[in-house]
């Protein structure tokens, strides 16, 4: 589930529990007081009840009229020429008795307390009756008042341990849910700083932190990657420098002792001159021709070799080339065969392009290996693409190796048991392709065969 969606429901969720069991609580409290303010009746009420009767009252019942009376909350003093004849007060008479009396019901207010009086005859003797009502109205909203202030003040304690209680559970299930991923990427990190690439994150849950650990798992295998390649690349490096001391030393050698030879009167014909200074040209060309590639090669890792480049027919270029190889091969036992039926227009440095076709030259001289060597390149253009080949008739190479054919200082042959070579040459083709704005793919097609692509520029 989305974490932004999670995160709402939850916060929502908490707000609405809170919002229900304030309400719920809030109905309870409000129930209660109107429960208890209907079951009690007013001191009004209590008087009109009472005075009623009062009013009524007939005979010489007494206890039946203080009971009436006592339902209303009242009290009883009947006398006769001042003389008790029944009674529920429990408090002194006298300012009861002070009131006036008439046939009437008359209502008097004595202090906090109302009195009902009332003269009546019965049984051939006059009568007074008094009801007593404590008037305790004003006492009683108070008391409901401060009823009341306390229900709030616990409704308010309940909501808020409520509210509080809610939110601790649902801010522990969200810290939870971000806390679950960061502590996973946490100790990916520590991982990957003890050295262990190897070791992905499993993270099930929001899709954020889902593309967040997966992110995190690529990163960790582009390191890992990147690793790898730095520790091939320092391994092929160390080599490449004792190769190349190896190759610089052997015409070294070759040249010294030559040259110590002629120096030391061993060439001591002018035939022997001649050859023993040809194999000195010879072996400085070798030497000529490998500092030559260190230089590109370090010129165009450093981005500082210049390009100028312009629009040609690729066709045109390709066959002059190919004329001048197989001129300068002829002693050897090579064939060019060339298939381009159509103009090839786009954009290159000439001279980078001539060392790209030199290297390929170089590279199915060494390692073709068959007794004929026959190089074939073919063109074509593809919507806003012009294509080429070079394919040689060689042995090719094994599959799992071909990736790392445009690699620097990758060769085939790690033991130089077969053939010299640096691991340069197909490292800097590419490089210059992609400063040329193509690229270029190899495969096993008999042979090896390279597939070049640069962008058409026709001319305008």
């Given at each position: ?143 409901e008042f401060q009823s009341f202030l306390l229900q709030i003040a616990v409704i308010g304690g309940v ?76 391994q092929n490096r160390t080599q490449m420098v004792a190769d190349i001391s190896h190759d610089l030393r ?211």
């Open positions: 589930m989305n974490l932004q969606k999670r995160i709402f429901r939850l916060n929502m969720s908490m707000l609405i529990i809170s919002l229900v069991a304030m309400l719920g609580i809030s109905v309870y409290v409000v129930n209660n007081l109107y429960l208890h303010r209907s079951s009690q009746m007013t001191s009004s009420q209590k008087t009109a009840a009472s005075q009623t009767s009062v009013e009524q009252f007939s005979g010489t019942d007494f206890a039946g009229l203080a009971n009436q009376l006592a339902a209303n909350g009242a009290q009883l003093y009947i006398s006769h020429n001042g003389q008790t004849v029944y009674s529920t007060l429990q408090e002194d008479v006298e300012d009861v008795t002070n009131v006036s009396v008439s046939q009437t019901t008359h209502i008097s207010y004595v202090e906090d307390e109302i009195v009902i009086s009332r003269e009546m005859e019965a049984d051939g003797k006059s009568y007074r009756i008094y009801a007593l009502i404590e008037d305790t109205e004003d006492q009683q909203e108070i008391n909501s808020i341990l409520l509210i509080v209680g809610i939110n601790f559970i649902f801010t522990k299930r969200i810290l939870k849910v971000i806390l679950l991923p960061l502590d996973e990427l946490h100790r990916g990190v520590e991982r990957i700083q003890d050295g262990n690439y190897q070791t992905p994150i499993h993270y099930q849950g929001d899709r954020e932190f889902e593309d967040l650990t997966q992110g995190f798992n690529q990163m960790q295998k582009s390191l890992l990657e990147t690793k790898e390649q730095n520790e091939r690349y320092e052997t015409p070294l050698t070759s040249i010294k002792g030559y040259a110590k030879g002629i120096l030391d009167g061993v060439a001591n014909t002018e035939e022997k001159k001649k050859q023993y200074l040809s194999i000195i040209y010879q072996k400085s060309q070798v030497m000529e021709k490998l500092l030559e590639k260190l230089f590109v090669f370090s010129q165009l890792e450093t981005d500082k070799l210049p390009f100028d480049c312009r629009n040609v027919e690729l066709r045109t270029v390709l066959q002059e080339y190919v004329a001048e190889k197989e001129a300068e091969l002829a002693d050897e036992k090579i064939r060019f065969e060339v298939n381009l039926p159509e103009e090839l227009p786009t954009s290159v440095d000439l001279v980078q392009f001539r060392r790209i076709l030199d290297n390929l030259v170089d590279n199915a001289r060494k390692y073709a290996n068959v007794e004929q060597l026959v190089l074939t390149i073919e063109g074509w253009t593809r919507d806003n693409q012009v294509i080429w080949t070079f394919a040689d008739n060689g042995h090719g190479v094994e599959a799992d190796k071909l990736p790392a054919l445009f690699d620097e200082f990758y060769r085939v042959d790690q033991a130089r048991q077969q053939v010299d070579g640096h691991g340069l040459g197909l490292s800097i083709i590419k490089n210059i392709m992609t400063r040329l704005g193509g690229s270029v793919e190899v495969a096993n097609q008999g042979g090896l065969r390279f597939t070049f692509f640069l962008p058409r520029k026709d001319a305008r």
